[in-house]
């Protein structure tokens, strides 16, 4: 089968692939879904993947730009996200 640009992940027909995983990677797998959810598990997490790729992407085309961000406003945004306090002696 020919890859098709015109599908985001996630979407199009199903197409089977050989995949190679340790052994303790497959047994954990199998261990949380079962031998049928294996291929929907993995679907799952390369689709994840991609997102952090995207999103990697995204920042380093944002700090080619704007530079680096401000590690004081990074800890008090995630502090606000988190509803917890931005850490004590973090570098501003």
């Given at each position: 089968m020919t890859e098709n640009p015109d599908f985001p992940p996630g979407d199009g027909p199903s197409s089977g692939i050989?995949?190679?995983?340790?052994?303790?990677?497959?047994?954990a797998i199998r261990e949380?879904?079962?031998?049928?959810?294996?291929s929907a598990y993995l679907e799952?997490?390369?689709q994840r993947q991609i997102e952090r790729d995207n999103l990697d992407e995204l920042l380093a085309d944002f700090e080619?730009?704007?530079?680096?961000?401000?590690?004081?406003a990074v800890a008090d945004k995630r502090a606000k996200l988190t509803s917890?306090?931005?850490?004590?002696?973090?570098?501003?």
């Open positions: 050989s995949v190679s995983l340790t052994a303790g990677t497959l047994r949380r879904v079962g031998k049928r959810g294996v799952m997490a390369a080619k730009v704007n530079g680096p961000a401000d590690p004081g917890s306090p931005p850490e004590t002696g973090s570098a501003a």
